[in-house]
């Protein structure tokens, strides 16, 4: 199992930036795919971004604005965010997904608070 810790939230005025961090309890090197979904309000999670073996991925929306990063020493995956706009609140969940003995084990955070105000 996996426990997963995000902190770095907070409100912000629309084009400053934020960094949310997700603190693992275990190794992280060994999971295939450590990422980022929100959820806004009345809104369906979505994802933001992931890191995985190939390489990382973004949701079109977050496209040139958002970073992520993975310091498998510290065992944390990063999600930088700049530029943000209003839309970009919500809750930020963090997520990993492991793969073990050909089975998909996928774990949440409790999610980090992200408001921009306009």
């Known amino acids: 199992q996996v426990q997963l810790v995000e902190s770095g939230g907070g409100l912000v005025q629309a084009g400053g930036s934020l960094r949310l961090s997700c603190a693992a309890s275990?190794?992280?090197?060994?999971?295939?795919?450590m990422g980022w979904y929100r959820q806004a309000p009345g809104k369906q999670r979505e994802f933001v971004a992931d890191s995985t073996r190939g390489g990382t991925n973004y949701a079109d929306s977050v496209k040139g604005r958002f970073a992520i990063s993975r310091d498998n020493i510290k065992n944390t995956v990063y999600l930088q965010m700049n530029s943000l706009k209003p839309e970009d609140t919500g809750v930020y969940y963090c997520?990993?997904?492991?793969?073990?003995?050909?089975?998909?084990?996928?774990?949440w955070g409790q999610g980090a608070q992200v408001t921009v105000s306009s």
């Open positions: 997520n990993a997904k492991e793969l073990t003995m050909a089975i998909v084990y996928e774990y």
């Open positions: 275990k190794s992280i090197s060994s999971i295939n795919d």
